[in-house]
């Protein structure tokens, strides 16, 4: 909660509407409805770089994410 209180500090007036919301249940089709039901342009998310072969063994949030979403995907390592 306090990295998200400092990132949304960071980003100062720069941007006119930003929210943190926590969800439960499967992350990437519940991180790409919420995004399509509120018209996202862009969905900001940490990337732990575990390198391809332990992505294809464990999945990978972000890749699944960039896959399945229309909106802008930054991946903050």
Not at 1 to 15: F, N, S, T
Not at 18 to 24: A, D, K
Not at 32 to 60: K, Q
Request: charged share 20%; net charge positive; glycine share 12%.
């Amino acid at each position: 909660h306090q990295l998200l209180e400092q990132a949304r500090g960071d980003l100062g007036g720069r941007c006119r509407h930003v929210r943190t919301l926590r969800l439960e249940g499967d992350a990437v089709p519940a991180i790409c409805a919420l995004a399509e039901a509120e018209g996202a342009e862009l969905i900001a998310m940490g990337h732990r770089g575990l390198g391809d072969l332990a992505s294809l063994v464990l999945g990978s949030v972000s890749h699944g994410v960039l896959q399945r979403t229309k909106a802008a995907v930054l991946l903050v390592k």
